[in-house]
């Protein structure tokens, strides 16, 4: 139990797939300007990465390893992310129209998130069994939606501000996502 724990708090706090690792930087900057945006987005993600850790391991330790095709595993992850996403925007555009045009392009991007195969590739470097490498894919991803949540909120606030203009969009979003990243770095210290 202490190890699950530990894998938890790893993965959303101090380990961050975003504040820490930086990976899936694309939708944290593409999809942040809306906190109801960014949680949908999040729950999107959340959902590919918990069910891609599943099926990734079976396929791992079912296929790739008796008939000695590790070599595979990137392509073979790619391939069940690519599906699980496909599922979800099918879902999605019939379900939720106003969601699925407001998160647009990086719906369909989330099979190229490099969080997303961060997570399955981790699972195996790290050798985790089957529930482990499932909560650490759904820990990951609640970190992920906990910092896209966190910067959308702090993006919405920026722009009731009126900043310089050098420092206006994107540059003013970098340096909240620096700041951001910093104070996220004060929970590496943390011991169990």
């Known amino acids: 139990m202490k190890e699950m724990l530990l894998i938890i ?3 959303i706090l101090i380990d961050n797939f975003i504040f820490s690792k930086f990976l899936g930087i694309c939708p944290f900057l593409g999809v942040s300007e809306k ?3 960014a949680l949908s987005m999040g729950f999107a993600v959340t959902f590919v990465m918990t069910v891609s850790s599943a099926v990734t391991y079976f396929i791992y330790y079912g ?5 000695n095709l590790t070599y595979l595993k990137t392509i073979a992850f790619i391939l069940v992310i690519a599906a699980l996403v496909q599922l ?3 879902f999605m555009k019939k379900a939720f129209p106003p969601l699925y045009q407001a998160l647009g392009i990086y719906l369909p991007l989330i099979t190229t998130n490099c969080a997303v195969l961060g997570v399955t590739l981790l699972n195996i470097q790290y050798e985790y069994n089957f529930i482990n490498s499932v909560v650490y894919g759904f820990a990951s991803a609640v970190g992920f939606t906990l910092a896209i949540v966190i910067f959308a909120g702090v993006r919405q606030r920026l ?4 900043p310089p203009k050098a420092f206006r ?3 003013l979003a970098l340096i909240s996502a620096g700041l951001i990243a910093m104070a996220f ?7 169990f």
């Open 9 to 11: 708090v790893s993965a």
């Open 35 to 37: 906190t109801d945006t």
């Open 63 to 67: 296929v790739l390893v008796p008939f």
């Open 88 to 90: 979800i925007e099918m």
């Open 159 to 162: 722009q009731l501000s009126d």
């Open 169 to 171: 969009g994107i540059p």
């Open 185 to 191: 770095m004060g929970f590496q210290g943390m011991e």
